[in-house]
């Protein structure tokens, strides 16, 4: 608990905001940034950018953590 406090502290974001369930909300509007491309094509650039941002915040939460660990 103390290592998600300190986490959230570096964030500036409250400790409860990693135990909140997804928002179904967040999922990606492609259709309107992509009105005429085919569903397979817009699944496609979905699971794409989802994995983009998948390895982009293991790495931010990497970094936190060994940045928490000079503590």
């Not at 400790?15 to 094509?41: A, D, G, H, I």
């Not at 650039?45 to 928490?68: P, V």
């Amino acid at each position: 608990m103390e290592m998600i406090e300190k986490i959230a502290n570096i964030l500036r974001i409250e400790p409860y905001f990693f135990f909140k369930s997804p928002k179904k909300s967040m999922n990606l509007e492609t259709e309107s940034l992509f009105p005429r491309l085919p569903n397979s094509m817009k699944n496609q650039i979905n699971t794409q950018i989802k994995t983009q941002i998948n390895q982009l915040t293991s790495e931010i939460i990497k970094e936190t953590y060994e940045i928490l660990n000079k503590y």
